[in-house]
């Protein structure tokens, strides 16, 4: 069924860091308002509706900054009201935000037409580069089916207590802030972060190319600056390489697709946090 989705997504950002409107999130996102799910799931199939569990996070003062939704291939466009879809939440009067330059996030994913299960993690938004970190198996966030007895009742209230852990995912950002890497280290987690993008050693680009300084800011070689540098060039591409085949220029491409979008981030999270120990 994934098959039917094509690479990318249409992703919708706040700006000005203001929080999206209600009207800029259906047009970004049109699944999360889908009041049932796709007429193609099986009758075991438990409907988890998103619009319902963001009303609750709405109310305990949450607000939704990006969403992105995956575009169906043309002969699947009947899917497009319920598709894999991905909402980034942040605090509006944040009560445990301790970093000068990050927040704590929620980072939704649901889908209404089979693709995907109900997942909420725990992310940082990072200001000055605008990366979207999320946490990785150190706080396992959220997994549930579209099978069973879950209600969306159950489902916010186990949503809601995951903010609790912002606190210590604050701690440990502020703990990768102390730790300061040699070079040899720097491109180790550059060498295992190109792993996870291409796992076949068919990189076009190396590790010096993730470990590159967009801005004066990210210049430091602190565990926290240098995974936030590794993570932005990883996901948003732009480095330009040539092909050995046809000796031609191109450009590494972002990524935009929501599941690999998901998976890197938390596996280079977990890179990251592998050094503090």
């Known amino acids: 069924m994934a098959q039917a989705l094509v690479s990318r997504a249409r992703v919708t950002r706040s700006v000005n860091d203001l929080p999206l ?4 999130m259906k047009l970004g996102a049109p699944a999360i308002f889908a009041d049932k799910p796709s007429e193609r799931v099986s009758s075991k199939y438990i409907y988890i509706p998103t619009h319902t569990i963001l009303s609750a996070l709405e109310d305990e003062g949450f607000r939704v900054y990006e969403v992105a939704q995956a575009r ?23 009560k445990k935000r301790s970093l000068r330059d990050s927040i704590p996030e929620l980072v939704l994913l649901n889908a209404h037409d089979g693709t995907a299960r109900y997942t909420l993690f725990v992310g940082m ?17 959220i997994n ?12 916010t209230d186990e949503s809601m207590k995951l903010t609790n ?20 280290k720097q491109r180790a987690l550059a060498e295992a972060a190109l792993h996870l993008r291409w796992p076949h050693d068919n990189a076009p680009i190396g590790p010096d190319h993730l470990l590159a300084v967009r801005r004066e800011a990210d210049a430091a070689n602190d565990l926290w600056t ?8 990883l996901m948003t591409g732009g480095m330009e390489t040539r092909s050995f085949m046809f000796n031609r220029r191109s450009h590494v491409r972002p990524i935009q697709q929501i599941g690999q979008t998901v998976d890197i981030n938390r596996q280079l999270w977990d890179l990251a946090a592998g050094l503090l120990k």
């Open 226 to 233: 240098l995974y936030n540098r590794i993570q932005e060039n």
């Open 165 to 184: 852990d912002f606190g210590r995912v604050v701690e440990m950002a502020n703990d990768m802030k102390r730790v300061e890497l040699k070079a040899k």
């Open 72 to 94: 169906p291939h043309k002969k699947y466009a009947e899917r497009e009201p319920y598709a894999k879809h991905m909402l980034r939440l942040r605090p509006e009067a944040p």
């Open 144 to 155: 549930i089916r579209h099978t069973g007895t879950e209600t969306s009742r159950i489902v």
């Open 125 to 141: 938004y990072r200001f000055i580069c605008a990366n979207g970190l999320i946490v990785g198996t150190t706080y396992g966030g």
């Open 21 to 24: 409107t209600p009207a800029a």
